[in-house]
């Protein structure tokens, strides 16, 4: 209150003769300010698409035009609009009559901060509270950082225009989500689910032991801004507690004490889970998706259906088993030919019983910008082309809760566009060669445009 009235008193000061301009006019008169400027003219950009499919599911339609003002998408009109029809904004004809227009797609299992080098290169080591382990554990931050960003432009650039990072070490996923987000770097989308909550008795990043410590531990990644929790109902596929009948790692108390505390705070629990008793375990917590589901039992379907829990399957790690199966040996080549027997035929069950896939590749295990390789996994065992673009783009905006903002091209949403040489429904692999790339009402990549230029 005294500052308030020190700062009346100064104003009512400043308006008195004492502080009049010396040649008798006043400072309102002598400092008017000038007439305002027009607001700045929206930006509107005509998307003149050769063959559009707006809603993936529905059928495409022949030649549409995407009316794209500032980010969002104001309507779809028949035909090709021409410039001249907009007067009210500044206005761009971008001229993809001779591509397939789709939505941006959606890939719900990264980790951007690593490089295909598997388990290995995932495994998150427990920091010792000194200064060395401390000096390494933010070295090890920034290098991933440094990784992530190139790793991030890659998966714009095909075509990948949200991603859900589920599992990273220490602050490099926060930073990188906030960096692209306000333009720093470019990239898709990203929600972050930090570290991964595992069952530990270690002080490392993630590591929870008991129904306190697991809250605890969740209430840590959520201060550090995750959007999502990620869990470790299992534990890798080529560990013994990863396989087909292994118990789940965490116990029941713990795993619903983390879906509570996630849920209080209204963020989704992503569950990694191989094994059957796993998938059982975080179904009975009430996770809202089972990562990997390689051995997804057929009793569990019920429970993914009453939940509405979501699978993703992430089949692009076959494409690493099928190499790495060449020169195993012992158990561990049973293990590899259980896996690449069971994970595409359980998949493929909980899809037509029902269940909704949402497409995930676990691009860091496999390659990154190769993200549309698992929908051409999916085609290979059997699900419609049609409904794994539908994996890709309407589940994953379901699955994060942004179905009212991504997912289709419609009146409204957010302007994340692509566009391809050939119909995908036809051939899935058309989606492995994305030729232009739009985000949030920008353009990242033309490849015509672009080789236009002299």
């Given at each position: 209150m005294k500052r308030a009235?020190?700062?009346?008193?100064?104003?009512?000061?400043?308006?008195?003769?004492?502080?009049?301009?010396?040649?008798?006019?006043?400072?309102?008169?002598?400092?008017?300010?000038?007439?305002?400027?027009?607001?700045?003219?929206?930006?509107?950009k005509l998307i003149q698409a050769g063959w559009l499919l707006a809603v993936p599911g529905e059928k495409p339609?022949?030649?549409?035009?995407?009316?794209?003002?500032?980010?969002?998408?104001?309507?779809?009109?028949?035909?090709?609009?021409?410039?001249?029809?907009?007067?009210?904004?500044?206005?761009?004809?971008?001229?993809?009559?001779?591509?397939?227009?789709?939505?941006?797609?959606?890939?719900?299992?990264?980790?951007?901060?690593?490089?295909?080098?598997?388990?290995a290169a995932f495994k998150i080591r427990n920091v010792a509270d000194d200064l060395e382990g401390a000096?390494?554990?933010?070295?090890?931050?920034?290098?991933?950082?440094?990784?992530?960003?190139?790793?991030?432009?890659?998966?714009?650039?095909?075509?990948?225009?949200?991603?859900?990072?589920?599992?990273?070490?220490?602050?490099?996923?926060?930073?990188?989500?906030?960096?692209?987000?306000?333009?720093?770097?470019?990239g898709p989308r990203i929600l972050t689910a930090v570290s991964i909550l595992r069952p530990n008795s270690g002080t490392g990043p993630g590591a929870c032991s008991g129904v306190e410590s697991c809250r605890t531990a969740t209430r840590r990644q959520i201060d550090m801004g995750a959007d999502l929790i990620k869990i470790y109902s299992t534990c890798s596929g080529s560990q013994?507690?990863?396989?087909?009948?292994?118990?789940?790692?965490?116990?029941?108390?713990?795993?619903?004490?983390?879906?509570?505390?996630?849920?209080?705070?209204?963020?989704?629990?992503?569950?990694?889970?191989?094994?059957?008793?796993?998938?059982?375990?975080a179904l009975r917590?009430?996770?809202?998706?089972?990562?990997?589901?390689?051995?997804?039992?057929?009793?569990?379907?019920?429970?993914?259906?009453?939940?509405?829990?979501?699978?993703?399957?992430?089949l692009s790690v076959q494409d690493n088993i099928r190499k790495d199966i060449l020169t195993a040996k012992g158990p561990m080549l049973a293990v590899m030919q259980n896996f690449l027997e069971k994970h595409g035929a359980r998949m493929m069950a909980a899809y037509r019983?029902?269940?909704?896939?949402?497409?995930?590749?676990?691009?860091?295990?496999?390659?990154?910008?190769?993200?549309?390789?698992?929908?051409?996994?999916?085609?290979?065992?059997?699900?419609?082309?049609?409904?794994?673009?539908?994996?890709a783009t309407v589940h994953g905006a379901e699955l994060i809760g942004r179905d009212k903002d991504l997912g289709t091209i419609e009146t409204g949403k957010i302007a994340d566009i692509i566009a391809v040489g050939a119909d995908p429904i036809a051939d899935i692999t058309a989606l492995q060669h994305v030729s232009f790339v739009m985000k949030d009402g920008q353009v990242y990549r033309n490849d015509a445009a672009t080789a236009e230029k002299p």
């Open positions: 009235a020190l700062l009346l008193a100064a104003c009512t000061a400043f308006s008195s003769p004492a502080f009049a301009h010396p040649d008798g006019v006043g400072l309102a008169e002598a400092d008017a300010t000038p007439a305002a400027t027009a607001p700045p003219r929206d930006k509107v339609l022949r030649e549409q035009t995407v009316v794209i003002r500032n980010d969002r998408i104001q309507r779809v009109d028949r035909g090709f609009t021409a410039s001249v029809a907009i007067t009210d904004a500044d206005v761009e004809v971008v001229d993809l009559r001779d591509r397939f227009v789709l939505p941006g797609l959606m890939d719900m299992h990264v980790h951007l901060a690593m490089n295909s080098g598997g388990e000096s390494a554990a933010q070295r090890h931050d920034v290098t991933q950082l440094v990784d992530a960003i190139g790793n991030a432009r890659k998966t714009l650039m095909a075509g990948y225009t949200t991603v859900r990072d589920v599992g990273s070490y220490g602050w490099n996923s926060v930073v990188l989500r906030d960096a692209v987000a306000a333009g720093k770097f470019k013994p507690c990863g396989l087909q009948g292994a118990p789940p790692t965490f116990l029941d108390d713990e795993l619903k004490a983390i879906v509570e505390t996630a849920h209080s705070r209204q963020l989704r629990v992503a569950a990694h889970a191989h094994g059957e008793e796993g998938i059982r375990a917590a009430g996770v809202n998706s089972i990562e990997h589901g390689s051995y997804t039992p057929a009793d569990a379907i019920a429970m993914f259906k009453k939940n509405g829990t979501f699978l993703v399957p992430t019983a029902g269940v909704k896939i949402a497409a995930g590749s676990d691009a860091g295990v496999g390659v990154h910008g190769n993200n549309a390789r698992e929908l051409e996994l999916y085609v290979l065992q059997g699900m419609p082309a049609a409904d794994a673009i539908k994996a």
